[in-house]
């Protein structure tokens, strides 16, 4: 994909249970519980979901894309606090996912496509229900796409590219724009409240232009007045160090920034997923231009 920071390099597939675990041990957490179910996509393609029930009745419905090259199982750091707060995600591996057994069928933006058909069919399977878009990095230009973004749609699209039912968008480190998938314009006309997040070190071979700062276009192009917030950590990659997507990374893991950020985002989701209005007193309390955490709202 012509100038898609996509690194399929260190995905180790057969090591991520194991490292999710001790991860999440570390970070307080018990190993979250995951169940698979499959769905049928446009010409009969087979779109594996993955689901993480919370204990008791759900608060929130969250539709999870993944990072290029990953899977949905390498975010169980992110995963485990939303749990906690009682959200409930379903999550589809992407055709581009290493763990797809069809990704060389799908090159290029081929992949795009199928995106979108899978958050399609998945919105269909739940029902007309609000939900949060939520993903990261190309997951986070869907996620945004689902809230608005007027992305550029894939040949052969037809229909809208965005859902109705997506009530609010957390957008994990979303890519600059790119004018094949999607302008700074494009990304402005996000119609959603919606939560994007970067670090200052969040830099990807290939990247040009405004460095880590390409990653919070979508927030600096939305209107003001729609309830945007933007989240910049320090020091935080576009892995948190290894404790997301890239486990085979040597860290050290920023778990104390990625604590910072499901915290943030599991705020995000109460005021705007649930309409909490104690949550977006408590969220904008937290408004700060100052580092480490700086979280920018218009």
Not at 134 to 158: D, K, R
Not at 262 to 269: C, D, G, P
Request: hydrophobic share 45%.
């Amino acid at each position: 994909m012509a100038g898609f920071p996509i690194d399929r390099r260190g995905l180790l597939a057969g090591a991520g249970a194991l490292v999710a675990s001790t991860r999440l041990g570390a970070m307080g957490m018990k190993p979250v519980a995951e169940r698979q179910f499959t769905l049928t996509g446009p010409g009969g393609r087979e779109i594996r979901v993955s689901e993480w029930k919370p204990r008791g009745t759900p608060k929130a419905l969250v539709l999870f894309s993944h990072g290029a090259a990953s899977s949905p199982r390498f975010y169980e750091a992110v995963f485990g606090p939303w749990l906690a707060a009682g959200f409930h995600i379903l999550a589809p591996l992407h055709v581009d996912s290493i763990e797809h057994p069809r990704a060389k069928d799908f090159p290029g933006l081929a992949s795009w496509k199928a995106r979108l058909e899978d958050m399609r069919v998945l919105s269909a399977h739940v029902g007309k229900r609000p939900w949060i878009a939520a993903g990261h990095s190309y997951g986070g230009l869907v996620a945004l796409t689902m809230g608005g973004a007027a992305a550029v749609p894939p040949e052969g699209w037809s229909g809208p590219l965005h859902d109705a039912n997506a009530r609010a968008v957390v957008a994990f480190s979303p890519p600059a724009p790119i004018p094949v998938l999607c302008t700074a314009e494009g990304y402005g006309k996000v119609a959603v409240p919606a939560l994007v997040q970067t670090g200052t070190a969040d830099l990807l071979p290939g990247m040009t232009g405004e460095g880590w700062r390409g990653h919070l276009v979508p927030y600096e192009a939305a209107a003001p007045g729609g309830n945007r917030y933007g989240l910049v950590l320090e020091g935080v990659d576009h892995y948190f160090g290894g404790a997301i997507c890239r486990y085979d990374l040597p860290g050290p893991k920023q778990l104390d920034r990625l604590a910072d950020a499901t915290r943030i985002s599991t705020l995000f989701v109460d005021a705007y997923g649930r309409g909490d209005k104690g949550a977006v007193r408590r969220l904008d309390a937290l408004v700060s231009d100052v580092l480490p955490v700086r979280l920018l709202r218009k």
